[in-house]
Protein backbone atom coordinates (compact mmCIF):
# COMPACT_ATOMS: atom_id res chain seq x y z
CA UNK A 1 0.00 0.00 0.00
CA UNK A 2 2.83 2.56 1.28
CA UNK A 3 5.14 2.80 -1.81
CA UNK A 4 6.26 6.34 -1.78
CA UNK A 5 8.11 8.54 0.19
CA UNK A 6 7.42 12.36 -0.75
CA UNK A 7 10.83 14.64 -0.40
CA UNK A 8 10.09 18.62 -0.35
CA UNK A 9 13.46 20.41 -1.19
CA UNK A 10 12.32 23.64 -0.55
CA UNK A 11 16.15 25.49 -1.65
CA UNK A 12 17.27 29.38 -2.01
CA UNK A 13 15.75 29.61 -5.44
CA UNK A 14 13.32 27.06 -6.51
CA UNK A 15 11.06 24.99 -4.33
CA UNK A 16 11.17 21.10 -5.42
CA UNK A 17 9.16 18.16 -5.19
CA UNK A 18 10.57 14.47 -5.82
CA UNK A 19 8.81 11.06 -5.16
CA UNK A 20 11.04 8.41 -4.13
CA UNK A 21 10.07 4.77 -4.32
CA UNK A 22 11.43 2.07 -2.15
CA UNK A 23 14.30 1.31 -4.12
CA UNK A 24 15.31 4.56 -4.20
CA UNK A 25 14.48 6.08 -7.27
CA UNK A 26 12.46 8.96 -8.42
CA UNK A 27 9.27 8.43 -9.39
CA UNK A 28 8.18 11.97 -9.92
CA UNK A 29 10.05 15.70 -9.89
CA UNK A 30 8.74 19.30 -9.88
CA UNK A 31 10.43 22.40 -9.15
CA UNK A 32 9.82 25.48 -9.89
CA UNK A 33 11.52 28.90 -9.02
CA UNK A 34 10.12 31.94 -6.76
CA UNK A 35 11.11 35.76 -6.34
CA UNK A 36 14.26 37.06 -4.72
CA UNK A 37 13.84 40.50 -3.80
CA UNK A 38 16.71 43.11 -3.13
CA UNK A 39 15.88 46.06 -1.39
CA UNK A 40 19.08 47.60 -0.58
CA UNK A 41 22.39 46.49 -1.61
CA UNK A 42 23.61 43.39 0.58
CA UNK A 43 19.59 42.75 1.63
CA UNK A 44 17.75 39.55 0.23
CA UNK A 45 14.69 39.13 1.01
CA UNK A 46 11.83 36.61 -0.50
CA UNK A 47 7.78 36.27 -0.12
CA UNK A 48 7.42 34.05 2.65
CA UNK A 49 3.36 33.16 1.60
CA UNK A 50 5.15 33.29 -2.20
CA UNK A 51 7.31 30.30 -0.95
CA UNK A 52 4.38 28.41 0.61
CA UNK A 53 2.00 28.90 -2.05
CA UNK A 54 4.93 27.84 -4.63
CA UNK A 55 6.25 24.88 -2.67
CA UNK A 56 2.47 23.47 -2.45
CA UNK A 57 2.05 23.78 -5.88
CA UNK A 58 5.15 21.97 -6.95
CA UNK A 59 4.11 18.99 -4.60
CA UNK A 60 0.99 18.85 -6.27
CA UNK A 61 2.08 18.81 -9.60
CA UNK A 62 4.97 16.05 -8.21
CA UNK A 63 1.48 13.81 -7.19
CA UNK A 64 -0.04 14.41 -10.37
CA UNK A 65 2.63 13.82 -12.69
CA UNK A 66 3.59 10.29 -10.54
CA UNK A 67 -0.71 9.65 -10.82
CA UNK A 68 -0.45 8.47 -7.28
CA UNK A 69 -2.91 8.94 -4.15
CA UNK A 70 -2.30 10.37 -0.77
CA UNK A 71 -2.68 6.88 0.84
CA UNK A 72 0.77 5.45 -1.30
CA UNK A 73 2.56 7.95 0.15
CA UNK A 74 4.14 6.57 3.50
CA UNK A 75 5.53 9.73 5.11
CA UNK A 76 6.89 13.43 3.98
CA UNK A 77 10.50 14.28 4.56
CA UNK A 78 11.66 18.26 4.65
CA UNK A 79 15.03 19.85 3.67
CA UNK A 80 15.27 23.64 3.71
CA UNK A 81 17.38 26.54 2.51
CA UNK A 82 18.97 27.28 6.13
CA UNK A 83 18.62 30.10 8.46
CA UNK A 84 16.63 31.97 6.50
CA UNK A 85 13.92 34.07 8.96
CA UNK A 86 10.54 34.24 9.18
CA UNK A 87 8.06 35.69 12.22
CA UNK A 88 4.53 35.56 11.80
CA UNK A 89 1.18 36.43 13.60
CA UNK A 90 0.08 33.39 15.81
CA UNK A 91 -3.53 33.99 15.23
CA UNK A 92 -3.79 35.16 11.73
CA UNK A 93 -0.67 32.97 10.46
CA UNK A 94 0.11 35.81 8.66
CA UNK A 95 4.13 36.82 8.42
CA UNK A 96 4.98 40.20 9.84
CA UNK A 97 7.96 40.72 7.67
CA UNK A 98 9.55 39.71 4.24
CA UNK A 99 11.43 36.40 4.94
CA UNK A 100 15.24 37.84 5.51
CA UNK A 101 17.55 35.16 3.65
CA UNK A 102 20.73 33.85 4.89
CA UNK A 103 22.74 35.84 2.23
CA UNK A 104 21.07 38.87 3.49
CA UNK A 105 23.98 41.15 5.19
CA UNK A 106 21.95 43.98 7.09
CA UNK A 107 22.90 42.74 10.49
CA UNK A 108 26.67 42.81 9.71
CA UNK A 109 27.65 46.00 11.62
CA UNK A 110 25.66 44.31 14.88
CA UNK A 111 27.45 41.41 14.51
CA UNK A 112 31.01 43.09 14.08
CA UNK A 113 29.60 45.27 18.07
CA UNK A 114 29.24 41.60 18.89
CA UNK A 115 32.52 40.36 18.11
CA UNK A 116 34.15 43.53 18.77
CA UNK A 117 32.44 43.40 22.74
CA UNK A 118 34.37 39.96 23.00
CA UNK A 119 31.43 37.69 21.90
CA UNK A 120 33.29 35.29 20.07
CA UNK A 121 34.47 32.47 21.39
CA UNK A 122 31.23 32.42 24.02
CA UNK A 123 28.85 32.23 21.02
CA UNK A 124 31.44 29.83 19.40
CA UNK A 125 31.38 27.47 22.40
CA UNK A 126 27.95 27.43 22.67
CA UNK A 127 26.57 27.25 19.36
CA UNK A 128 29.57 25.76 17.03
CA UNK A 129 29.42 28.81 14.94
CA UNK A 130 31.27 31.94 14.35
CA UNK A 131 28.98 36.05 15.11
CA UNK A 132 27.77 36.20 11.57
CA UNK A 133 24.96 38.11 9.91
CA UNK A 134 24.07 34.45 8.12
CA UNK A 135 22.46 32.96 10.97
CA UNK A 136 19.17 33.49 12.01
CA UNK A 137 19.63 35.19 15.29
CA UNK A 138 20.67 38.89 14.47
CA UNK A 139 18.09 38.61 11.61
CA UNK A 140 14.95 37.81 14.31
CA UNK A 141 16.22 40.69 16.22
CA UNK A 142 16.25 43.14 13.22
CA UNK A 143 12.84 42.34 12.63
CA UNK A 144 11.75 42.80 16.29
CA UNK A 145 13.33 46.14 16.19
CA UNK A 146 12.00 47.71 12.94
CA UNK A 147 8.49 46.02 12.39
CA UNK A 148 6.62 48.55 13.99
CA UNK A 149 4.93 47.09 17.35
CA UNK A 150 6.95 43.73 16.90
CA UNK A 151 8.73 43.58 20.18
CA UNK A 152 5.70 43.98 22.34
CA UNK A 153 3.64 41.32 19.95
CA UNK A 154 6.60 38.97 20.46
CA UNK A 155 6.67 39.54 24.58
CA UNK A 156 3.09 38.63 24.87
CA UNK A 157 3.53 35.61 23.06
CA UNK A 158 1.76 36.61 19.36
CA UNK A 159 4.63 35.90 17.08
CA UNK A 160 6.15 32.92 16.00
CA UNK A 161 9.88 32.45 14.46
CA UNK A 162 10.68 29.65 12.43
CA UNK A 163 13.41 29.28 9.42
CA UNK A 164 11.52 27.43 6.35
CA UNK A 165 11.13 24.21 7.66
CA UNK A 166 8.75 25.35 10.83
CA UNK A 167 6.92 27.55 7.98
CA UNK A 168 5.98 25.09 6.25
CA UNK A 169 5.23 22.32 8.58
CA UNK A 170 3.48 24.84 10.33
CA UNK A 171 1.23 25.74 7.30
CA UNK A 172 1.05 22.15 6.47
CA UNK A 173 -0.52 20.93 9.43
CA UNK A 174 -2.92 23.78 9.98
CA UNK A 175 -1.19 25.71 12.08
CA UNK A 176 -1.07 22.39 14.52
CA UNK A 177 2.84 21.77 14.72
CA UNK A 178 5.37 24.99 15.70
CA UNK A 179 8.57 23.14 15.46
CA UNK A 180 12.39 22.69 13.79
CA UNK A 181 14.52 19.75 13.97
CA UNK A 182 18.30 19.55 15.89
CA UNK A 183 20.17 20.72 12.30
CA UNK A 184 17.88 23.66 11.28
CA UNK A 185 18.04 24.65 15.19
CA UNK A 186 21.70 24.59 15.41
CA UNK A 187 22.23 27.28 12.65
CA UNK A 188 20.26 29.78 14.61
CA UNK A 189 22.91 31.11 17.16
CA UNK A 190 20.77 30.84 19.52
CA UNK A 191 20.64 27.51 20.48
CA UNK A 192 23.30 25.80 22.45
CA UNK A 193 25.00 22.24 20.63
CA UNK A 194 26.17 20.72 23.55
CA UNK A 195 22.83 20.77 26.25
CA UNK A 196 20.81 20.86 23.42
CA UNK A 197 18.20 23.91 24.39
CA UNK A 198 17.57 27.26 24.03
CA UNK A 199 20.25 29.55 25.40
CA UNK A 200 18.94 31.86 27.48
CA UNK A 201 22.21 34.02 27.51
CA UNK A 202 22.38 34.46 23.98
CA UNK A 203 18.38 35.53 23.87
CA UNK A 204 18.67 37.98 26.81
CA UNK A 205 21.92 39.66 24.75
CA UNK A 206 19.66 39.85 21.92
CA UNK A 207 16.79 40.65 23.41
CA UNK A 208 14.99 37.83 21.64
CA UNK A 209 11.71 36.42 23.83
CA UNK A 210 12.03 32.56 24.21
CA UNK A 211 7.96 32.18 23.55
CA UNK A 212 8.13 32.96 19.82
CA UNK A 213 10.58 29.73 19.16
CA UNK A 214 9.93 26.89 17.79
CA UNK A 215 9.57 23.29 19.96
CA UNK A 216 13.68 21.30 18.72
CA UNK A 217 12.73 17.59 17.55
CA UNK A 218 14.72 14.64 15.97
CA UNK A 219 15.49 14.96 12.45
CA UNK A 220 13.60 11.48 11.83
CA UNK A 221 10.42 12.08 14.36
CA UNK A 222 6.84 13.11 14.36
CA UNK A 223 6.45 16.66 13.18
CA UNK A 224 2.51 15.94 12.24
CA UNK A 225 0.42 15.57 9.99
CA UNK A 226 -0.92 17.45 6.95
CA UNK A 227 -4.16 17.88 6.48
CA UNK A 228 -6.28 16.36 3.94
CA UNK A 229 -7.15 18.95 1.66
CA UNK A 230 -3.88 19.62 0.31
CA UNK A 231 -3.06 16.30 -1.41
CA UNK A 232 -6.45 14.20 -0.83
CA UNK A 233 -5.64 12.52 2.15
CA UNK A 234 -3.35 13.34 5.58
CA UNK A 235 0.12 12.19 5.66
CA UNK A 236 2.84 12.58 8.31
CA UNK A 237 5.68 14.60 8.15
CA UNK A 238 8.64 12.51 9.62
CA UNK A 239 12.07 13.84 8.50
CA UNK A 240 13.12 17.30 8.51
CA UNK A 241 17.16 18.89 8.10
CA UNK A 242 18.77 21.79 6.69
CA UNK A 243 19.91 21.37 2.84
CA UNK A 244 23.85 20.62 3.71
CA UNK A 245 22.94 18.09 6.68
CA UNK A 246 20.24 16.08 4.78
CA UNK A 247 22.81 15.98 1.86
CA UNK A 248 25.18 14.29 4.52
CA UNK A 249 22.96 11.73 5.37
CA UNK A 250 21.68 11.55 1.53
CA UNK A 251 24.93 10.31 0.77
CA UNK A 252 24.72 7.77 3.13
CA UNK A 253 27.58 9.20 5.20
CA UNK A 254 26.01 8.08 8.28
CA UNK A 255 29.71 6.83 10.13
CA UNK A 256 31.95 8.94 12.02
CA UNK A 257 34.85 10.08 9.58
CA UNK A 258 32.20 10.07 6.45
CA UNK A 259 31.76 13.46 4.36
CA UNK A 260 30.80 14.72 1.53
CA UNK A 261 31.73 17.85 -0.64
CA UNK A 262 28.48 19.52 -2.66
CA UNK A 263 29.86 21.04 -5.47
CA UNK A 264 27.75 23.78 -6.52
CA UNK A 265 27.94 27.21 -7.08
CA UNK A 266 29.81 27.39 -3.93
CA UNK A 267 31.01 24.24 -2.18
CA UNK A 268 30.01 22.51 0.93
CA UNK A 269 32.26 19.84 2.96
CA UNK A 270 30.66 18.37 5.99
CA UNK A 271 32.16 15.64 7.98
CA UNK A 272 30.36 13.22 10.50
CA UNK A 273 32.17 13.13 13.68
CA UNK A 274 29.86 11.37 14.97
CA UNK A 275 28.55 11.67 18.90
CA UNK A 276 31.31 14.23 19.29
CA UNK A 277 31.10 17.64 18.98
CA UNK A 278 35.30 19.20 17.55
CA UNK A 279 35.75 22.98 18.05
CA UNK A 280 37.67 23.57 15.26
CA UNK A 281 40.75 26.41 15.95
CA UNK A 282 40.90 26.67 12.17
CA UNK A 283 37.47 28.26 11.28
CA UNK A 284 35.02 25.55 10.25
CA UNK A 285 32.20 25.37 11.91
CA UNK A 286 30.67 22.17 14.71
CA UNK A 287 26.95 22.15 13.76
CA UNK A 288 24.43 19.35 14.54
CA UNK A 289 24.14 16.86 11.44
CA UNK A 290 20.87 15.22 12.74
CA UNK A 291 19.49 13.72 15.89
CA UNK A 292 17.65 10.67 15.79
CA UNK A 293 15.75 9.32 19.13
CA UNK A 294 17.21 12.03 20.87
CA UNK A 295 21.08 10.95 20.06
CA UNK A 296 23.10 13.61 18.41
CA UNK A 297 25.49 13.39 15.61
CA UNK A 298 27.83 16.17 15.19
CA UNK A 299 29.55 17.15 11.85
CA UNK A 300 32.15 19.77 11.16
CA UNK A 301 31.37 22.07 8.09
CA UNK A 302 33.64 24.05 5.96
CA UNK A 303 32.26 26.19 2.51
CA UNK A 304 34.18 27.19 -0.12
CA UNK A 305 32.74 30.52 -1.48
CA UNK A 306 33.81 30.26 -5.37
CA UNK A 307 33.62 26.81 -6.91
CA UNK A 308 31.62 26.18 -9.68
CA UNK A 309 31.29 29.81 -10.42
CA UNK A 310 34.70 29.86 -11.47
CA UNK A 311 33.26 27.34 -14.16
CA UNK A 312 30.81 30.25 -15.11
CA UNK A 313 33.39 32.98 -15.33
CA UNK A 314 35.30 30.81 -17.99
CA UNK A 315 31.81 30.50 -19.92
CA UNK A 316 30.32 33.85 -18.93
CA UNK A 317 33.04 36.58 -18.41
CA UNK A 318 36.53 35.07 -20.33
CA UNK A 319 33.93 33.49 -22.94
CA UNK A 320 36.75 30.28 -23.34
CA UNK A 321 33.66 28.18 -23.46
CA UNK A 322 30.56 27.45 -24.58
CA UNK A 323 29.22 25.48 -21.71
CA UNK A 324 29.76 24.56 -18.38
CA UNK A 325 30.43 20.46 -19.27
CA UNK A 326 33.14 21.81 -21.86
CA UNK A 327 35.27 22.50 -19.43
CA UNK A 328 35.95 19.05 -19.04
CA UNK A 329 37.27 18.06 -22.30
CA UNK A 330 39.15 21.05 -22.69
CA UNK A 331 40.88 20.86 -19.50
CA UNK A 332 42.06 17.25 -20.99
CA UNK A 333 43.23 18.72 -23.95
CA UNK A 334 46.82 19.42 -22.41
CA UNK A 335 48.35 17.01 -20.24
CA UNK A 336 48.83 19.41 -17.29
CA UNK A 337 48.23 23.64 -16.34
CA UNK A 338 52.04 23.92 -17.44
CA UNK A 339 52.89 25.33 -14.33
CA UNK A 340 50.14 27.43 -14.45
CA UNK A 341 47.72 28.11 -11.03
CA UNK A 342 44.41 30.13 -10.73
CA UNK A 343 43.38 31.15 -7.16
CA UNK A 344 39.30 31.84 -7.66
CA UNK A 345 39.51 34.19 -4.59
CA UNK A 346 37.02 36.63 -6.46
CA UNK A 347 35.14 37.25 -2.81
CA UNK A 348 38.05 36.52 -0.62
CA UNK A 349 39.28 33.28 0.89
CA UNK A 350 37.73 30.93 3.17
CA UNK A 351 38.79 27.96 5.41
CA UNK A 352 41.77 28.20 6.27
CA UNK A 353 43.16 31.42 5.00
CA UNK A 354 40.12 33.81 6.05
CA UNK A 355 41.09 36.61 4.04
CA UNK A 356 38.42 38.70 3.17
CA UNK A 357 40.61 40.90 1.01
CA UNK A 358 42.10 38.31 -0.87
CA UNK A 359 41.03 38.49 -4.73
CA UNK A 360 41.67 36.08 -7.41
CA UNK A 361 44.59 35.78 -9.28
CA UNK A 362 46.45 33.69 -12.23
CA UNK A 363 50.41 32.80 -11.67
CA UNK A 364 52.71 31.12 -13.71
CA UNK A 365 51.97 32.51 -17.04
CA UNK A 366 54.23 32.29 -20.06
CA UNK A 367 53.77 32.68 -23.67
CA UNK A 368 53.20 29.16 -23.79
CA UNK A 369 50.29 29.11 -21.06
CA UNK A 370 47.19 28.48 -23.24
CA UNK A 371 43.23 28.51 -23.11
CA UNK A 372 43.38 25.00 -22.10
CA UNK A 373 45.88 25.45 -19.23
CA UNK A 374 43.63 28.39 -18.15
CA UNK A 375 40.53 25.79 -17.84
CA UNK A 376 42.61 23.07 -16.39
CA UNK A 377 43.66 25.06 -13.30
CA UNK A 378 40.23 26.51 -13.34
CA UNK A 379 39.08 22.72 -12.34
CA UNK A 380 41.80 22.32 -10.30
CA UNK A 381 41.17 25.36 -8.29
CA UNK A 382 38.05 23.92 -7.35
CA UNK A 383 39.59 20.59 -6.00
CA UNK A 384 42.92 22.38 -3.91
CA UNK A 385 40.38 24.63 -2.40
CA UNK A 386 38.22 21.82 -1.08
CA UNK A 387 41.75 19.94 -0.44
CA UNK A 388 42.69 22.45 2.29
CA UNK A 389 39.83 22.61 4.07
CA UNK A 390 39.41 18.55 4.08
CA UNK A 391 43.01 18.92 5.36
CA UNK A 392 41.96 20.73 7.97
CA UNK A 393 38.80 18.50 8.59
CA UNK A 394 41.32 15.59 8.84
CA UNK A 395 43.79 17.13 10.91
CA UNK A 396 41.49 18.34 13.87
CA UNK A 397 39.41 15.05 13.82
CA UNK A 398 42.57 13.19 13.73
CA UNK A 399 42.17 10.68 10.81
CA UNK A 400 42.26 9.95 7.49
CA UNK A 401 39.01 10.29 5.30
CA UNK A 402 38.70 6.84 3.90
CA UNK A 403 36.30 8.54 1.09
CA UNK A 404 35.10 11.43 -0.25
CA UNK A 405 31.38 11.07 -1.27
CA UNK A 406 30.35 14.32 -3.71
CA UNK A 407 27.30 15.70 -5.77
CA UNK A 408 25.93 19.09 -7.03
CA UNK A 409 26.11 20.19 -10.22
CA UNK A 410 29.69 20.33 -10.57
CA UNK A 411 30.45 17.16 -9.74
CA UNK A 412 29.66 15.82 -12.86
CA UNK A 413 32.89 16.64 -14.27
CA UNK A 414 35.00 13.56 -14.50
CA UNK A 415 38.48 15.09 -14.83
CA UNK A 416 37.86 17.67 -12.08
CA UNK A 417 36.27 14.56 -9.66
CA UNK A 418 39.74 12.68 -10.92
CA UNK A 419 41.77 15.27 -9.57
CA UNK A 420 40.18 15.74 -6.44
CA UNK A 421 40.86 12.16 -5.89
CA UNK A 422 44.50 12.40 -6.65
CA UNK A 423 45.09 15.42 -4.74
CA UNK A 424 43.05 14.66 -1.49
CA UNK A 425 44.94 10.91 -2.28
CA UNK A 426 41.42 9.42 -1.14
CA UNK A 427 38.42 7.38 -3.60
CA UNK A 428 36.17 9.85 -4.76
CA UNK A 429 32.74 7.97 -4.71
CA UNK A 430 30.28 10.04 -7.18
CA UNK A 431 26.44 8.19 -6.93
CA UNK A 432 24.13 8.03 -9.92
CA UNK A 433 21.66 9.74 -8.23
CA UNK A 434 22.62 13.19 -7.61
CA UNK A 435 20.01 14.50 -5.59
CA UNK A 436 21.31 13.77 -1.84
CA UNK A 437 19.81 16.42 -0.82
CA UNK A 438 16.12 15.54 -1.21
CA UNK A 439 17.25 11.85 -0.66
CA UNK A 440 18.14 12.32 3.07
CA UNK A 441 15.47 14.31 3.81
CA UNK A 442 13.31 11.04 2.19
CA UNK A 443 15.48 8.50 4.19
CA UNK A 444 14.92 10.57 7.63
CA UNK A 445 11.18 10.37 6.68
CA UNK A 446 11.54 6.89 5.49
CA UNK A 447 13.00 5.84 8.88
CA UNK A 448 10.57 6.91 11.03
CA UNK A 449 7.69 6.23 9.07
CA UNK A 450 9.26 2.21 8.80
CA UNK A 451 9.70 2.87 4.87
CA UNK A 452 13.13 1.55 5.30
CA UNK A 453 15.32 0.56 7.81
CA UNK A 454 18.91 2.06 8.33
CA UNK A 455 20.68 -1.45 6.69
CA UNK A 456 18.23 -1.05 3.35
CA UNK A 457 19.30 2.45 2.98
CA UNK A 458 22.56 0.86 3.31
CA UNK A 459 22.29 -1.05 0.10
CA UNK A 460 20.70 1.84 -2.26
CA UNK A 461 24.52 3.03 -2.30
CA UNK A 462 25.04 1.46 -5.63
CA UNK A 463 25.45 2.05 -8.94
CA UNK A 464 28.13 4.84 -7.88
CA UNK A 465 30.95 6.02 -10.04
CA UNK A 466 34.37 5.51 -7.59
CA UNK A 467 37.53 7.54 -8.61
CA UNK A 468 40.70 6.27 -7.79
CA UNK A 469 43.84 8.47 -6.73
CA UNK A 470 46.31 7.62 -9.30
CA UNK A 471 48.78 10.31 -8.91
CA UNK A 472 52.58 9.83 -7.07
CA UNK A 473 53.30 11.07 -3.87
CA UNK A 474 56.04 13.25 -5.16
CA UNK A 475 53.57 15.02 -8.10
CA UNK A 476 50.86 15.33 -5.22
CA UNK A 477 53.16 17.05 -2.55
CA UNK A 478 54.95 19.39 -5.46
CA UNK A 479 51.24 20.49 -6.89
CA UNK A 480 50.22 21.49 -3.16
CA UNK A 481 53.41 23.29 -2.19
CA UNK A 482 53.10 25.37 -5.81
CA UNK A 483 49.27 26.01 -5.01
CA UNK A 484 50.15 27.23 -1.49
CA UNK A 485 52.61 29.41 -3.50
CA UNK A 486 50.00 30.41 -5.08
CA UNK A 487 47.75 31.31 -3.08
CA UNK A 488 49.91 33.74 -0.60
CA UNK A 489 50.12 35.95 -4.09
CA UNK A 490 46.38 36.57 -4.06
CA UNK A 491 46.74 37.85 -0.03
CA UNK A 492 45.57 41.02 0.85
CA UNK A 493 44.84 42.13 -2.31
CA UNK A 494 42.08 44.62 -1.56
CA UNK A 495 43.08 46.09 0.91
CA UNK A 496 44.00 50.13 0.61
CA UNK A 497 47.86 50.75 0.04
P1 LIG B 1 23.54 25.48 -7.15
O1 LIG B 1 22.70 24.47 -6.42
O2 LIG B 1 24.53 26.21 -6.29
O3 LIG B 1 22.74 26.38 -8.04
P2 LIG B 1 24.26 23.26 -8.92
O4 LIG B 1 24.47 22.11 -8.02
O5 LIG B 1 23.05 23.32 -9.77
O6 LIG B 1 24.48 24.63 -8.15
O7 LIG B 1 25.55 23.33 -9.89
C1 LIG B 1 25.69 24.34 -10.83
C2 LIG B 1 27.14 24.80 -10.93
O8 LIG B 1 27.93 23.71 -11.42
C3 LIG B 1 27.31 25.94 -11.90
O9 LIG B 1 28.18 26.90 -11.31
C4 LIG B 1 27.96 25.32 -13.13
O10 LIG B 1 28.86 26.22 -13.75
C5 LIG B 1 28.69 24.14 -12.54
N1 LIG B 1 28.74 22.98 -13.47
C6 LIG B 1 27.70 22.31 -13.99
N2 LIG B 1 28.12 21.29 -14.77
C7 LIG B 1 29.48 21.33 -14.75
C8 LIG B 1 30.52 20.53 -15.35
N3 LIG B 1 30.24 19.50 -16.12
N4 LIG B 1 31.80 20.88 -15.07
C9 LIG B 1 32.10 21.91 -14.25
N5 LIG B 1 31.16 22.68 -13.67
C10 LIG B 1 29.88 22.40 -13.92
Same mark, same amino acid.
Given at each position: ????????????????????????????????????????????????????????????? %??????????????????????????????????????????????????????????????????????????? %??????????????????????????? *??????????????????????????????????????????????????????????????????????????????????????????????? +???????????????????????????????????????????????????? *????????????????????????????????????????????????????????????????????????????????? *?????????????????? +??????????????????????????????? +?????????????????????????????????????????????????????????
Amino acid at each position: MKKYIMAIDSGTTSNRCIIFNKKGEIVSSSQKEFKQYFPQPGWVEQDADEIWSNQIGVCVE %AINKANIKAEEISSIGITNQRETTIIWNKKTGIPIYNAIVWQCRRTSNYCDELKNKGYTEKIKEKTGLLIDAYFS %ATKIKWILENVEGAKEQAEKGELLFGT *VDTWLIYKLTGGKTHATDYSNASRTMLYNINELKWDEEILQLLEIPKEILPEVRNSSGNFGKVIAKYFGGEIEITGVAGDQQSALFGQICLEEGE +AKNTYGTGAFLLMNTGRKKIESKKGLLSTIAWGIDGKITYALEGSIFVAGSA *VQWLRDDLKIIDSSEDSEYMATKVEDTNDCYIVPAFTGLGAPYWDQYARGTIVGLTRGVNKYHIIRATLESIALLSQDVLH *VMEKECNGKLKKLKVDGG +ASANNFMMQFQSDITNTKVVRPKLLESTARG +AAFLAGIHSGFWTIEEIQELEKDARIFIPKMSEEERNKKIKRWHRAVEYSKNWAKED
